[in-house]
């Protein structure tokens, strides 16, 4: 079980704005996506990945119900790669990030993992995120510096592996290079390995301890905007496997290395980067 704190208080840590989005992101979840269920059709996007009605009207609503709670730009997955740029590159106020559904593929196909993910960020950070699973109807969400929390309790997360050769590591194989790619493939350093398709999903269970290692070849701005901020506001750590700082990486495409404990993080981006 996920340790989880028992305080009285519930969501008592959590702000206004919070518990504004997270009641926005259920909503929008609840009208326009569930229903639409192993029903939508489904086309491919320029670069391959799936689109469909629930995730333009998932972003559509939630654009309206942000813009109420925080009149900045929304940014969002299914817009032209040129309206994203144009917005990052103006918005001194700050910005909402949106993820529609993560895990598209899995929507269509009926697999249950998938999400919706928002995130506000102020001079390019996120100060706020909520990564929504409507099928388990679990809330991950964060505000920098105030913590995590797992339906409007305190995230502790399970007690994570203490070394690799026994931690179960999230891995999508497919973005790294094919040498790294085919050494983990044959001879991995970890106990066991799973990828479910949809990376916002993955942050929140390495940062709830489900998954004790996490690692991606390259990820768009909201693929991690509120999912790094709820692992890093349960104490865990990320990085490129280019370079320690994840934040001075390319907004665009960023690998990712991680893990909540520290020891463990640091054992798995040294066996990372010698076998890249």
Not at 198 to 210: E, H, N, P, Q
Not at 211 to 231: E, P, R, T, V
């Amino acid at each position: 079980m996920e340790q989880r704190s028992m305080s009285r208080t519930g969501t008592f840590g959590m702000s206004a704005m919070l518990k504004a989005v997270i009641a926005a992101v259920k909503l929008v979840a609840a009208e326009e996506i569930m229903p639409r269920y192993l029903k939508v059709a489904h086309r491919h996007k320029s670069d391959g990945s799936l689109c469909t009605d629930a995730d333009i009207a998932t972003q559509t609503a939630l654009t309206r119900k942000l813009q109420v709670i925080c009149n900045v730009p929304v940014l969002g997955e299914e817009m032209a790669e040129d309206e994203q740029l144009a917005i990052w590159q103006n918005s001194q106020d700050g910005l909402w990030c949106v993820d529609p559904i993560d895990g598209t593929s899995n929507f269509v196909h009926g697999l249950p993992y998938f999400a919706v993910s928002v995130a506000l960020l102020r001079e390019g950070k996120s100060v706020l995120g909520v990564v929504y699973d409507p099928v388990a109807d679990e809330v991950f969400a964060a505000e920098s510096g105030k913590g995590a929390y797992l339906n409007g309790e305190k995230l502790f997360g399970r007690v994570t592996a203490e070394t690799m050769n026994r931690a179960l590591a999230n891995v999508d194989l497919k973005r790294l290079n094919a040498g790294l790619a085919a050494t983990l493939a044959s001879h991995p350093p970890y106990a066991s390995q799973r990828n479910f398709g949809a990376s916002t999903l993955d942050w929140c269970y390495t940062a709830a301890g489900r998954y004790d290692m996490y690692l991606h070849g390259g990820q768009k701005l909201w693929d991690y905007a509120a999912g790094m901020l709820i692992l890093s506001e349960t104490g865990g750590h990320a990085c490129c496997i280019e370079n320690d700082d994840f934040a001075a990486a390319d907004v665009w495409q960023r690998s990712v290395i991680a893990a909540r404990s520290e020891t463990l993080f640091n054992e798995w981006k040294n066996w990372i980067r010698a076998h890249s």
